[in-house]
C-alpha cells in the first residue's frame, strides 16, 4: 500500500462574506500557499491547526485524521501534533533559550519517540547553540526565529505550519534563515505547509506551490511548471512574472563564466553566491521582461544565453505586451514582449524561435 499524502484536506468554510471552498493534496517536502492578500492562505492554515473549524469536509495529516465533520471528528488544537510558527517568535521572555525549547518538549512529552528529534539534534540543524544560555530579549530577529523553529520542532510534530514566517525580518536576516529552513526541508522528514507572498522563497525553498485564490484553489504543481503558465500571470507576478528553472551548478568555463545545467539549456552567470558550489541545485528566475525573442539563431550578439525552443502559447496580457512561452527542449520559458514585436514575428503556437535572456536572478544565500 501506498504512504497516505502529507497532507489530505477537503473542506467549506464561510467567515462572513469569504467563501473557501478547498482541497489539497500535498505530499512530502515544502508545500507553500502562495495568493493574493485574503485568498484564504491563513484560514486553510488555522484549520490544519485547530484554530478554525470548517463548516464541512475532513482534514488528515500523514492519514491520520484530525477533522471529519460527517463522523463528527474535530481534534482540538493541542491533540493534533501539528507545530504552528508564527511571523513573530512568540518566545517566553523570562525563559532561557534552552528552557523555550524544553518547553516544546515538554508538550510532547507522551509521543516522543527514538525518532523524534532532540534538543542536541535541533540545536545543531538550527545553529542555536551558542544561545541556549541567553533570553530572548537579547537574540535578534532571525535568532529567535530559529529558536521558534527548533521549540515547534522539539513537540514532535507530524507537520510544520508557517504562516510568512520571514514577513517580518529584514532582507539580512532573511537571508540568516533561508539556508536552515533548506536544511528542515531536507532532513527533518517531516512536511511543511508555508505560506508566503514572496516568490523569492517560493524560489528558495518550494518543493510544490498550492495556488489560493479568493477561496479556490486555482492550481497545484511545482514552481516551474506554476511559474510557466501564462493563464496564472495574474498570481505569478503580473509585470514581474517570469521563469523558474530547476537548475544544478556545473564547472567554469575558459573565462570564468559559471555553468547552470537547466532542462531548457545550459545558462552561463558570471558570479555565483559563495554557497552554490559544484553539483548543488538551486532554482533561478528569468523575468519574462527579460527575455527577447528571435525569428533565426542570433549572431554576433553579446547576451550569453540563447536558448532555442518552440511557441506554445501566445497571449495578450492586460498592460498591452504578449505573453509568449517557449518549450525549450525540457522546460518553458515565458517572454514578455511589445505587440508591435509579436506582430513582426508572427508569432503563432508550433513556431521555432529564440529565446535570448539578458537576466537572470539567483537568490543569494548565505
Ligand atoms: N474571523 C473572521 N470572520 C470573518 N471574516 C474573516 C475572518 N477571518 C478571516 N476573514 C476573511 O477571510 C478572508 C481570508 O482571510 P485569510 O487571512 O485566510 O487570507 P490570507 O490569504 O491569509 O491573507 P493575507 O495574505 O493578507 O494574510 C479575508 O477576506 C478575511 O477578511
Redesign the pocket.
Known sequence: MSAPPALDLDVTLR????D?VAQVTAGRGLTVLF??????????I?LVAGLKRPDRGRIAVDGVPLVHTAAGLWLPPHRRRVGYVFQEARLLPHLTVRQNLLYGRWFARRHVTAEAPTLDSVTDLLGIGPLLGRRPAGLSGGEKARVALGRALLAAPRILLMD?PLAALDEARKAEILPYLERLRDHAGLPILY?T?AVAEVARLATTVVM?DQ?RVRAVGAPGTLWSRPDLMDLTGGAEAGSLLDAVVGGRTADGLFHLDTAAGRILVPHLPPHLTSGARTRLRIPARDVLLSDRAPQGLSALNILPGIVADVRDDADGSRVVRLECVGAPVLARVTRTSADALSITPGQPLWAIVKAVALDQGS
Do not use: C, I, N, P
Not at 15 to 18: I, N, S, T
Not at 35 to 44: A, D, I, M, P, R
Open positions: 467567515q462572513g462574506a469569504f473557501l495568493g493574493q492578500s485574503g485568498s484564504g492562505k491563513s484560514t486553510l488555522d510568512e505560506v507572498h489560493v477561496g
